[in-house]
């Protein structure tokens, strides 16, 4: 006797959110089922919001960042520190650099790290347009923000190199203990890391 | 100075994301970041399969269980077992029962369990129409496989109640322990139940 399954359109739809990164069959099929259930404006509005936003976002021209326009808001805002740029892997970094209220610099977004292992050289990454920025002479300082694993820190240090000899300051982030962190739950490598960088009271 | 975040198309995208069940302000960042740099058919085609569902899937007109045409492949199949039927609170619930293998009969989704604290009464489920289909005389039986909590086992002795006086055999499934459970891991309550419905061997 044949099994029942869900209809076609519903499990093309499980199949089409399980796809999604960290969606498994079990999620795919809960999700499924909230925007059969949901009212018609937040399901359509997810669609719609898919398909304009795949429509309308692409890289700003100088940065990378992702923008609705040629260039993202912080590259056309001339109040902005043109001195200093703040590079880091991907767009969602830049949002928490701001977040800090501490950065007023200007940033590039590489948009990965390097990877030999998975194929990614610098010519793969928005690093061409960085160099080409830092021509004009007039940024004084650039911030390495890129993750601290292995391909972070080795796309930080391949970047220094380059930009080393332009006679232009390279920093990279500080390493240490997280505010309010417990000892007993930091790594012994960052704990290393904040003992070698201590700083005088 | 103006902090930077997403652009508008990202943020609403996010927004809509963040709707989902389960999907946090995070996690909708990042599903929001795969869309946009995963392959364009991969995200078109969720906006479709969303669009699509909502279109196409309705209840079935016999057992309210999820359909794209008007009866479901369960109530159209003529070779099922026309005397059992089996009440789930779910759609996903007959999927399921259907992938033990065992059961042959029909089905009736109730769209959900009786809740007089959230306001669900025998009228907000899909009560009538199960009562309607007992009428023909022909269903010998009603296996209750509603889910086991509070409101699930209200709904099942409710429906009981209703069915009984109609002389037509109402059953629930088995309590007992999970195959392959430890009994380390298995609740008081659900070992109780297995206790009391020892099989002999």
């Known amino acids: 006797m ?70 993202c808001p912080v ?15 991907q767009p969602g970094d830049c ?22 292992m998975e194929g990614v050289g610098p010519e793969n990454l928005n690093i061409a347009s960085l160099l080409r920025r830092l021509q004009t002479g007039l940024v004084q300082e650039v911030i390495m923000a890129t993750n601290t694993g292995v391909e972070g820190e080795a796309t930080a240090l391949y970047l220094a190199r380059q930009i080393k000899p332009l006679n232009i300051k390279v920093s990279r982030l500080a390493y240490g203990v997280a505010v309010g962190g417990d000892l007993e739950y930091t790594d012994e490598a960052t704990l290393g890391r904040a003992l070698q960088g201590r700083l005088s009271l």
Chains 1, 2 share one sequence.
């Open 95 to 116: 949002i928490v650099v701001e977040k800090t209220g501490q950065y007023h610099g200007l940033y590039h977004v590489l948009h990965g790290a390097l990877s030999p």
């Open 2 to 71: 044949a099994q029942y399954f869900y209809p076609p359109s519903v499990e093309a739809l499980i199949a089409a959110l399980t796809k999604l990164p960290g969606v498994g069959p079990k999620t795919g099929q809960r999700l499924a089922m909230y925007l059969l259930h949901t009212r018609a404006e937040d399901a359509q509005g997810l669609a719609q919001a898919i398909l304009q936003a795949r429509e309308k976002v692409r890289r700003c021209q100088t940065c990378g960042n992702l923008t609705d326009d040629e260039l």
């Open 75 to 89: 590259c056309r805002d001339g109040q902005r520190d043109q001195t200093t740029i703040c590079v880091v892997e």
